[in-house]
C-alpha cells in the first residue's frame, strides 16, 4: 500500500482542476507538464499508480516486481526540485515501468527464466540511466514469456499476464507485460525490447503505440540475453506508450551512441517538418499472399491510408517482392540458431519449452547461416534503393488481433494460417533493420484493438514518428482499454 503520509508536498503541486481519480489517464506528456507547472505532485501521480497496480496487477499479472522505496524517494526528490525551481528533465516526475530483461538496478533480471532464478541486476541499463537523468521514476518491471522466446508472454517463475480488453486473451509477448501495464494505465509509459515484433505485436494487441527502433540507435546494453553476433543484427530496445508524441518524448531522451553495444552509431537527432512530410511518397501495401489477415486487419491498413490520402500525403502502392525470402533468413538467424543456443537450458523441462523453439525444424548448418548472413545484406540494400523513392511504408502488423491465451491457428479466408505465419509482418523488418512505429487506428469485430505499422529507412526514426503522429491525428483517438476506464 503506497504511505499518503508522504505527500508533505502535495498542498504546494496539487491543483483542484485534474481529477485525481483520472490521472493514470492522462499522457505522459500532459504528467509531465502538469508536474513542471505545479499542478500535479510526483507523489500524488505515484501514489495513484501504486494504487491501480496494487487493484488491477492480481488480475493482469502485468508486473513482476516494484521498486516503491526507491521510488518513492525519487517522487519526493523530484517534487522538491520542482518546489525549488531547480532544472527539470523531459520525464521529470513521470512513472514509467521497465521489461525485466533490461537491467534496473535492485530489481529481479530473471527473464522468465528457472535457469536464472534469484539474478538481480546490480546496475541500472545504459537506456535506464537516461531515463533516470531525465527525471523518470520507474515504478518495477514487467513480465516476460521465458527466454523472450514467444508472442504469448507466460513463463514458468511468474506465470501469464492477460489483456487489458479480455483477460482471455494475451496483450502479447514478448513486451507483454510492459503492453498491459501501459494499456491498463499502471504505467505512463515504458521500454520493450523486438527481436521479431515483441514491442510491436503486444503493441498491436493492447491498442498502445511502440517503436522498433533502428538497431544502435538506442542502447541496448543491458539487455539479456546480450545483443551480439547475429542478434546485434536483429533485436532492439524502445519506448512503449499510449501516444506517438509520447514515443518521441521518450526515444528523444534515450537515443545516442553507447559503446556497449554493438551496433551503436552516432546519429544526430533532427526535426522533420510539415512541409517535408506533404513532400514524401508513403507506399502501403494491406496484405501479403504468403500470411492472410483478417478483413478487420485490412480494413485498418485501409483506414490508415485514406487518412493519410486526406491530410495532404501523397500514397501508393507498394508489395516488397522478397517477403518471404526475408522471413526466412529471419527464421534462420533467429528461431534456429536461437534454439541452437537455448534449447540447452531446457534440459529437463522439454515439456515447458518456448513456444517458438517448438518451431525450429533443425539447427542451421554453416551454409544456413552464411546464406542468411549475405543475403540479408543484399536485401536490405534492395529494399533501401526502393525507398529511396517511398520513404515510408505502411502495412498490417499481425494478420489477427489479441488471440486467446495458447490458441495457435486460425482461420482466415477459409484457409489455416499458424501461429508463426501470422506474425511475419514483423520478423522481415527485424532482419532488415528497419525502424517502425505502431499506431492503433481499427477495431476488430470482436472489439480488439487493431494497430498498423509505420516503416522507415534505417536511423529515419524522427520522419516515421512524424508519419505516425499525422496518423493517430487523422483518424483520432484510439478506444481506451476497459481496464484503463476501471
Known sequence: MFDGNLLSLQTVMSSPALDTSLLHQLSLAQMSQFIRERKLSPLELLGAHYTRIERLNPKLNAFIELRQEAAIAEARAAEEAVVHNAKVGALHGVPISIKSSIAVAGLKFECGSPTRRGIVASEDAVLVRRLKQAGAVVLGNTNVPEMLMAYETNNPLYGPTNSTWDLSRTPGGSSGGEAAAISAGLSAAGIGSDGGGSIRVPAHFSGICGLKPTPGRIPITGHWPESGGPFALLGVVGPMARSVEDLEIIFRVIAGFDAGDPMACSVSLAEVSEEELQRITIGYFEEHPSAPVTRDSRAAVQTAVTALQNSGVRVKPFLPDFFDEAREHWWTLFVRLGAE?????????????????????????????????????????????????????????????????????????????????????????????????????????????????????????????????ALEKAVGPPRMAPALLE
Open 341 to 469: 543456443l537455448l534449447t540447452p537450458q531446457f534440459k529437463g523441462r522439454e515439456d515447458q519449452i518456448s513456444t517458438i523453439l517448438t518451431y525450429s525444424d533443425r539447427s542451421p548448418t554453416k551454409a544456413d547461416l552464411l546464406s542468411a548472413w549475405f543475403r540479408r545484406d543484399e536485401l536490405r540494400i534492395r529494399l533501401m534503393r526502393q525507398m529511396n523513392d517511398i520513404p515510408v511504408l505502411v502495412c498490417p502488423v499481425c494478420s489477427v488481433p489479441a488471440f486467446r491465451h495458447e490458441e495457435r491457428e486460425w482461420r482466415i479466408g477459409g484457409q489455416s494460417v499458424s501461429y508463426m505465419d501470422v506474425m511475419s509482418y514483423t520478423q522481415w523488418l527485424n532482419l532488415l533493420g528497419n525502424p517502425a512505429v505502431v499506431v492503433p487506428v481499427g477495431v476488430s469485430c470482436e472489439g480488439l484493438p487493431i494497430g498498423v505499422q509505420v516503416v522507415g529507412q534505417p536511423n529515419s526514426e524522427e520522419l516515421i514518428l512524424k508519419v505516425a503522429g
